[in-house]
């Protein structure tokens, strides 16, 4: 490759984000030991927020968004790369403080890759996503929590968003009874078909009786939405069961009761993906690579280049895109 790059270029004025393609020198590339001939990104609701308004994310501008890339090491100056390697990076606010993937060319810390597993290739790597790796990681404190298929029904709520989508897909693969909760009925055939047991509608969890405590029904819950769904969903777990919680999308609180955690002996797990270390890293990319049905994660993916980010930002954060969102930046 040249000594330039192409990358969506973002600029913010009276709290408004605009943004230009651009054809940049490799010297405007911030720090790092490792370039990456990046190949696809792709777009969560964080990069929704950057691309919008800024939420507060990005702290210098201009900027250049992504908070998840795929691609080929060019140029490594880390013992643990090399020119070549197949790499994805998640998190370590790349996207938000330091420049990310809504570019031809990224340079990072290596200890912020992660070696793809060969089964996975950088495309499907995107269609996964910091999305799907995080539903990886809500499987994994489940199932570290002692949740087995033979301990009862899983509820994952927004199932048929990004995260959603691909855990619904990952429990169903190891054998698990899922619950799909959606404020989208209309997508019930699609959430079956990645293996939903069955399809609940959100209002069913949100006009749920206002009390702490309901019939135990799940023995885990992966919860990306939070607010009133979670504080329902927490009243129907079963006695010992478990909840993995890592999204917002219905705001960081909610109205919840003390009374599951001391009376049932529910547990939360609360996961973070940003910061999480390589190794528990490692592991999530490896289990992505043996538990995820692929074919059906492909079922997932609508494909976009750098010019249509603008476009669907609005309407990721309104909760209209369908599972995963793969952007071919060199498109």
């Known amino acids: 490759m040249g ?48 691309l919008t308004s800024g939420g507060g994310l990005v702290k210098a501008w201009p900027h250049v968004g992504g908070i998840d890339l795929a691609g080929t090491v060019e140029a490594s100056d880390n013992a643990s790369f090399k020119p070549g390697d197949k790499v994805v990076l998640n998190g370590w606010r790349v996207g938000e403080l330091h420049w990310g993937g809504y570019a031809t060319k990224a340079r990072v810390k290596g200890d912020w890759l992660v070696k793809l597993p060969a089964s996975i290739s950088t495309k499907r790597a995107m269609a996964i996503g910091t999305a799907g790796y995080t539903s990886m990681l809500c499987v994994l404190a489940l199932e570290k929590h002692g949740v087995r298929p033979a301990s009862g029904e899983v509820l994952v709520t927004g199932a048929a968003g990004g995260v959603g989508s691909v855990a619904v897909a990952i429990l169903a693969k190891l054998g698990y009874q899922v619950v799909a909760a959606t404020g989208r009925p209309q997508e019930a055939e699609y959430l079956k078909a990645l293996g939903a047991a069955t399809i609940v509608e959100r209002r069913e969890l949100t006009e749920a009786p206002d009390r702490p405590l309901l019939s135990e029904r799940y023995a885990g819950v992966v919860d990306t939405v939070s607010g009133v769904m979670l504080a329902r969903a927490l009243a129907q777990v079963k006695y010992g069961g478990a909840a993995a919680v890592c999204g917002l999308a219905g705001g960081p609180a909610f109205p919840g009761s003390i009374l599951p955690f001391i009376l049932r002996g529910v547990s939360m797990y609360g996961i973070d993906s940003v910061m999480l270390p390589k190794a528990p890293r490692e592991e999530a990319w490896r289990r992505l690579g043996s538990d995820l049905l692929l074919d059906k994660l492909d079922s997932t993916v609508s494909d976009a280049g750098l010019g249509d980010l603008a476009g669907l930002a609005p309407r990721i954060l309104k909760g209209e895109i369908r599972g995963r969102v793969v952007v071919d930046v060199n498109r």
């Open 3 to 50: 000594m330039s790059f192409r990358a969506l270029v973002l600029t913010q004025a009276d709290r408004k984000v605009s943004g230009a393609i651009e054809t940049l020198d490799d010297s405007r590339l911030p720090a790092g030991d490792v370039t990456v001939a990046v190949e696809y990104s792709t777009l969560n609701y964080k990069d929704g927020l950057v």
